[in-house]
């Protein structure tokens, strides 16, 4: 099975080797086909705490680093 990746902006990069990201999604009703936009923060290890506020990263799904960290920051997709 594929590991999941998302899109998203880090918000927080203050912890050591974590960064905080917001992912927006857009989901379509089933019924009154209007979009909802949803967002979710997911925290992700970053090894060379390279990524500052503002950048558009990609994360992947991973096995759990800690009790709350379970992506992993890949690339940078657009500079802050």
Do not use: C
């Amino acid at each position: 099975m594929p590991k999941r990746t998302m899109k998203g902006k880090v918000i927080s990069s203050a912890a050591d080797k974590t960064v905080n990201v917001l992912v927006n999604t857009r989901v379509l009703h089933p019924v009154y086909k209007k979009y909802i936009n949803s967002s979710k923060k997911f925290l992700a290890h970053d090894e060379a705490n390279k990524f500052i506020i503002g950048d558009v990263i990609e994360i992947q799904e991973s096995k759990p680093l800690s009790k709350r960290k379970t992506w992993i920051a890949l690339k940078k997709i657009e500079r802050s």
